[in-house]
């Protein structure tokens, strides 16, 4: 296969162009595991880690745009954490370090994989995803980028070149059950945001459905409940509610990671965790 290390975006967009059958290479956690088990076989490959237009985070009229070349390491710098707290926690639990140093957001994105550990806390934040091309530039949300399991609406002549999130005034949450403490694919995993400013909660699923879920009734009913003057951990009922309507939301199945009830009721386990937490 012909290897090309590209220099600029505009560089990306023209080889695509010319050629859309080419695989494009960041970080390489995902692309090549495919590789090595002969599910792909790429012609071309274009490495597109080192474009500085794709490299790195910058924040900018209350939102942060993040490169979609930039690694899980890097979300978990305390500056950055800062910031997008969610995500952050997302970050800290992808692999190992080595995994953590090489694998990327757009990586994460463009693979569309029910259980990548990024989706559920742009989710809840709201993202917005800017795609180009040498047709130009469109912005989409998570849900009209991933369709379903491994499945996205990019065009074979684009690239994801960043992410944007806002900076919210309030605590953010992200859990994760897996079959063990670390280096494991998640069996379900829960963000949540509290907007303090628009006195909203936002709560997104992951690894429970085809697609990242937003669990819009509990956050609807949550959000008239709690007392946004002086905020305090809810009763137990209150916290069992929350829980029950985010698992409500969830359409898991049963794989050899878990049962659909199992996933359910940690959906609810870890609702009620996260909300206790950013109300304390």
């Avoid at 899980?72 to 997008?84: G, I, N, R, S």
């Avoid at 995500?87 to 190992?96: F, M």
């Avoid at 949540?192 to 085809?210: E, I, K, N, Q």
Wanted: one cysteine or more; a negative charge; glycine letters at 6%.
């Amino acid at each position: 296969m012909s290897v090309r290390v590209a220099e600029s975006l505009e560089e990306v967009c023209s080889l695509l162009a010319a050629d859309p059958a080419t695989s494009l290479l960041a970080g390489g956690t995902d692309f090549m595991v495919e590789v090595n088990y002969n599910h792909r076989r790429p012609s071309s490959v274009v490495v597109i880690d080192r474009v500085p237009e794709l490299t790195g985070w910058r924040r900018h009229n209350g939102r942060v745009e993040l490169g979609a070349a930039m690694t899980y390491a890097e979300m978990e710098h305390p500056l950055f954490a800062a910031y997008v707290p969610a995500l952050a926690q997302a970050a800290r639990t992808v692999g190992s370090p080595q995994i953590r140093n090489a694998g990327t957001l757009g990586g994460n994105l463009a693979t569309a994989s029910p259980a990548g550990d990024t989706l559920p806390p742009l989710a809840a934040l709201d993202a917005r995803i800017t795609i180009c091309s040498v047709r130009g530039t469109r912005e989409v949300g998570l849900d009209e980028l991933i369709v379903g399991p491994k499945q996205n609406t990019l065009a074979p002549d684009e690239v994801i070149r960043s992410v944007t999130v806002p900076v919210v005034d309030g605590p953010q949450e992200f859990l994760k059950v897996g079959t063990r403490n670390a280096m494991v694919i998640s069996v379900a995993t829960v963000a949540l945001v509290l907007d303090r400013a628009r006195r909203s909660v936002h709560l997104a699923l992951g690894s429970v459905a085809p697609v990242p879920v937003r669990a819009t009734e509990a956050e609807e009913w949550i959000a008239g409940v709690v007392d946004w003057d002086a905020p305090e951990v809810p009763l137990d009922d209150v916290l069992t509610r929350f829980g029950e309507l985010a698992a409500a939301a969830s359409v898991p199945i049963d794989d050899h990671r878990s049962t659909a009830d199992y996933r359910r009721h940690a959906v609810a386990v870890m609702a009620r965790r996260a909300l206790a937490r950013v109300l304390s």
